[in-house]
């Protein structure tokens, strides 16, 4: 004969038990959670760079300081500047580096060309092919943007206004902005107003002139 | 112990991820910066774009009429006469109307000077054979036929010769020649942003291109000048409509004009790529509305390529600025990287010429090209911008111009 009682538990006692049970692997979990994030934390802290990826063909071997990353990626990184490679048997290999500065994103943006000239591997597969394309549009759009970047002198030029006898246009020469102003006229005695018009015209759209060379010519 | 439970709960679900801690996102969308400034969609004016005047219609291109009701009665009159002698040489008639229209009004009457109803200062030997075109008065018909005969030859093979007179930039080359190039007229083309391949086409010459747009119009721009009188000083030109631009009245040019507010077949690539983009960068993928329109209409929104049906591609916001205006409904579409089929209609089409890409060069509407983006150079209340899209990132938008000569090449419609 059994005596059943000892295996029998009180209801109320064996919910109590669960539940005990549930908060103590809770606590254990969220405290993993916990430890993780932090350690996580503490290993990328320095991390404070991103680096977005995108290369083509899409099955290239991308290394970042001997790392191997997706070619269509984003990661984080210590700010400086790493050697990067890029590398698909039959393409030519992509050497070079990449700066990445603090709380910012650099992008690495290539496609690898075929050592064959005549090599048809981009109009036979029209996937990579687009991706191809899209990496040239962003570079493209990087590099408009790092040539004008947020400099208000490119809102207002090139400027055309041949009523006024004025044509003012801006170009950059390294990190200096030169600004030129062409005077629509072959008469000497138009010339004070002309710049006066040509400085006004700065002026009014909120253009510090000192921080800009200003050069004048005309007819 | 369950409200422990449910505050555990709480805090783990609110969390912040640790990448949040380590890095202050930074996304990718850095034009949202920029701004248009002088944009103004309802206010744009239209102008014509490059290469075009007026497109066989009696207007200039502020709308002011060319020929009266007695020149119509006049031209309609002496047609037949230029046609055969313009067909006995080859060239179109509509130069020697102009000339006719230009020298003595299409009169059949011979100046006092000698040199005819067509002056032709040529073939009176500098002046010496003042007797040429003489007695001074109305002629004859068979007279005004001879003398319709002569102007043609002369045309073909002194003005003209060597010149491709089915081409716009051969016609306006003629019309420099004949009034005579001027070293001052190329240099006035050049200060206007020409260059020297415009310049030496007569662009300067207010005799040529004489109320061809604002520029070139004395009431808009004082310093457009004119030499009236032979070695005399340059003064402010007259409103006599230049010979090209009543060429291109009489139908004689290829070119485009006319405008509408909507950009579809207006001619006008400059109002029709401000119309179809946005005015500002940070829009994504999603097109305005007149662009999604437009690439239904002119065929690009059932394109296989899925980003190119919605616009967000360099080459389909190029493609349909061109077809939607009427300037080129047959602009090929689609591809630029690996000289794809787009890359290869703008290069090797014969449709398009280099120009220098450089502010002051170039005109609204010219396309810069690189082996792997397209775009195109626009101007909005006279400052130059760069209309674009890019593909898989953002439709077709309106941006600030720069310098990208290193890597780009600059191309102007010419025409079919």
């Known amino acids: ?59 290239s071997t991308v290394t970042i300081d001997g790392n191997t990353y997706k070619t269509d990626s984003t990661i984080k990184i210590k700010p400086g500047t790493y050697n990067v490679k890029i590398e698909k048997p039959g393409f030519i290999s992509y050497h070079g580096s990449i700066k990445a500065n603090d709380s910012e994103t650099s992008y690495l943006y290539e496609y690898l060309n075929e050592e064959n000239e005549n090599g048809t591997f981009y109009k036979d597969n029209e996937k990579e092919n687009l991706i191809a394309q899209r990496i040239s549009d962003l570079n493209a759009d990087i590099f408009h ?18 009523k006024e006898g004025l044509k003012i246009t801006a170009e950059k020469e390294n990190d200096n902005i030169i600004i030129k102003t062409y005077l629509l006229t072959c008469i000497d005695e138009d010339i004070p107003n002309l710049k006066q018009k040509a400085l006004s015209y700065l002026e009014e759209n909120k253009i510090n002139l000192k921080n800009y060379t200003i050069k004048f010519s005309n007819c | 112990m369950k409200k422990l439970a449910l505050f555990l709960v709480s805090i783990l679900i609110l969390t912040p991820t640790a990448n949040a801690f380590a890095l202050k ?71 020697i109307a102009v000339m006719h229209f230009r020298e003595t009004r299409l009169r059949r009457f011979n100046p006092a000077n000698g040199q005819g109803i067509y002056q032709l200062y040529s073939y009176t030997g500098g002046g010496s054979n003042e007797n040429a075109f003489l007695p001074a008065g109305e002629v004859s018909e068979a007279e005004f036929e001879r003398q319709t005969e002569l102007a043609a030859k002369l045309t073909k093979e002194k003005y003209g010769a060597g010149l491709n007179l089915n081409t716009d930039d051969g016609v306006k080359t003629l019309f420099f020649r004949y009034n005579g190039v001027a070293n001052a007229y190329i240099a006035q083309a050049r200060s206007l942003g020409f260059s020297e391949a415009e310049a030496n086409r007569g662009e300067g010459s207010p ?20 030499i009236k009188t032979d070695n005399g000083p340059m003064t402010t ?54 662009y999604k329109t437009a690439l239904s209409d002119v065929g690009l929104s059932t394109y296989g390529d899925p980003y190119a049906r919605i616009g967000a591609s360099c080459d389909a916001f190029v493609a349909t600025v061109f077809r939607y205006s009427g300037v080129d409904p047959n602009f090929t579409c ?51 911008k760069i209309a674009s899209a890019s593909y898989g990132e953002r439709t077709g938008e309106i941006g600030t111009f720069y310098d990208n000569s290193a890597t780009f090449k600059a191309y102007r419609w010419k025409g079919n």
């Open chain 1, 1 to 59: 004969m059994t005596d059943t009682s000892l295996f029998r538990f009180n209801s109320n006692e064996k919910q109590k038990r669960i539940f005990r049970y549930s908060i103590i692997s809770f606590i254990i979990i969220f405290l993993g959670i916990i430890i993780f994030f932090v350690v996580n934390t503490i290993i990328n802290i320095d991390k404070t760079s991103e680096i977005r990826i995108l290369v083509a063909p899409s099955d």
């Open chain 1, 145 to 162: 943007q790092n040539y004008t970047g947020t400099d208000p002198i490119w809102n207002i030029t090139p400027y055309y206004n041949y």
């Open chain 2, 25 to 95: 996102e930074k996304v990718w969308d850095i034009f949202d910066l920029e701004h248009i400034y002088y944009y103004d969609p309802d206010g744009e004016k239209c102008t014509p774009s490059s290469g075009s005047v007026v497109s066989g219609e009696n207007t200039l291109y502020n709308g002011e009429t060319i020929f009266t009701a007695d020149d119509q009665n006049r031209l309609a009159e002496n047609r037949p006469i230029y046609e055969r002698a313009a067909n006995n040489y080859g060239i179109p008639w509509q130069v």
């Open chain 2, 207 to 226: 005799y040529v291109m004489n109320l061809a747009d604002e520029k070139r119009d004395a009431r808009n721009n004082p310093n457009w000048k004119q």
């Open chain 2, 237 to 290: 030109a007259n409103l006599q409509p230049g010979s090209f631009v009543v060429y291109s009245a009489l139908g004689g040019s290829s070119g485009y004009s006319s405008c509408s507010n909507n950009g579809s077949g207006n001619g006008n690539l400059n109002q029709t790529a401000i119309n179809l983009a946005w005015p500002e960068y940070g829009h994504g993928l999603t097109a305005r509305d007149t």
């Open chain 2, 334 to 384: 689609c591809g630029i990287r690996g000289h794809g089929a787009t890359w290869n209609y703008v290069t090797n089409s014969g449709k398009f010429e280099e120009v220098p890409n450089r502010a002051g060069s170039l005109k609204p509407g010219d396309i810069r090209l690189s082996e792997g983006h397209i775009e195109m150079y626009i101007e909005v209340n006279g400052v130059g």
